[in-house]
DNA sequence: TCTCATCGCTAGCAGTGCTAGAACCTCTGG
DNA sequence: CCAGAGGTTCTAGCACTGCTAGCGATGAGA
């Protein structure tokens, strides 16, 4: 074989490699997309597959099955996340903790269905002893950031913990009707309140 | 027809009825129990229609579907977590918030599957604009007790919804595998701290 | 041009929630 | 005592789910 042709294969590779690439982010944004559109019951590998104009079995050649695709979306979610909190930055006189609790809120209302695929449905995504995804850690990450000023003597990781059970909780009961929207700002400011410093009580 | 055999029938219709009525509980217990031992995946209407030895179109007659049973499930597990509440009494030295978020923290970690259809699955339980159910108030009413002598100034209904909101967060994240165990104790006596009244700092 | 491997497809399986209509059983009126 | 009415339960089936075996076409290499 000559070296051109040596060289053509190795692209033709790259590029089997890249659409393949391509159509693997398609499923994804595919299932996102319809799960925001019509909730997650409506994201069956038929409709899926439809949706990307492939047959069902090109899903189990990217992904090991239906959960490993909600996995995916979750996960990118959770990159969004870590960007919107990121860039969330205090308005004027506003703490860096409520700005970060109102991005997170905010995400949570917005995009229900994407929210649940990332911290609802239990798709034992690998939290525990197995690799935590890094856009997770960089959320969590601007949590800590946001909890920091805040922490005083107390323990900072615990208390991220408690502000983001806390926002979760909110989150989640307000997506079932489970909380009064007239105690909405109320709440917030309730919960920013209890998890300042007490001689930040003049706060925010 | 003689006035004895009149009521004959009535009786005989009370003994259906009663009969109807303990298969409908039956129906209520099985599918409680089939979700705490297997979760409720494997909760199906034939697994459950063969648990109560009757063929699956029977659930359908006490049922509109499958979801009302998982909510019948549901309201009489609100039913369950009211009673621990009210019977969640401070030790000595213990706030009676602390009472009641043990009780409730451990009512979610030793029954995930019946807290799962309580809170987590939108069952739309009707909860809004329609009746909800007396067991869900009666709980959140325990709630709010627990609250009050924390209150200070500030609104006690918002108040116990920040309550049961971070409470609900950890017991779904905890669940989930989402938060280290090693912080349990410290996530707790940080929250009630948080939530107590600066006066209170001295607390629990 | 022929061979072969890779890829995507058709078709199908077992299982899901749910239901129409047959079968059965009990009670009633003659 | 018996025929039939009424109510109740079951059998059998539908349309759907996630998933997969195995065939057929397409394109690369000799």
Same mark, same amino acid.
């Given at each position: 074989m000559s070296s051109s042709a040596r060289f053509l294969v190795v692209s033709i590779q790259n590029r089997r490699e890249r659409e393949r690439a391509e159509r693997h982010q398609l499923i994804i944004d595919a299932a996102r997309e319809l799960a925001e559109a019509e %909730? @997650? =019951?409506? &994201?069956t590998t038929r409709r899926l597959a439809e949706k990307v104009e492939y047959s069902q079995p090109v899903l189990y050649s990217h992904f090991k099955g239906k959960d490993a695709i909600v996995r995916a979306v979750a996960i990118q979610g959770c990159g969004e996340l870590a960007r919107l909190l990121r860039e969330a930055r205090p308005s004027r006189g506003e703490s860096r903790l409520r700005a970060a609790a109102e991005a997170y809120l905010k995400f949570a209302r917005e995009r229900p269905a994407l929210y649940d695929a990332m911290? &609802? !449905? !239990?798709? =034992?995504? *690998? @939290? %525990?002893?197995e690799e935590v995804p890094q856009e997770l850690l960089d959320a969590f990450g601007e949590l800590v950031a946001a909890v920091e000023p805040v /922490? %005083?003597? /107390?323990d900072l990781e615990a208390l991220t913990e408690v502000f983001w059970s806390s926002l979760h909780g909110i989150a989640t009961l307000m997506q079932g009707g /489970?909380?009064? *929207?007239?105690?909405d700002e109320t709440r917030l400011d309730l919960l920013l309140g209890a998890l300042s410093l007490a001689q930040d009580e003049d706060r925010l």
């Open positions: %909730g @997650w =019951d409506a &994201v911290f &609802v !449905q !239990q798709s =034992d995504l *690998p @939290w %525990g002893t /922490r %005083g003597e /107390r /489970r909380l009064r *929207p007239a105690h």
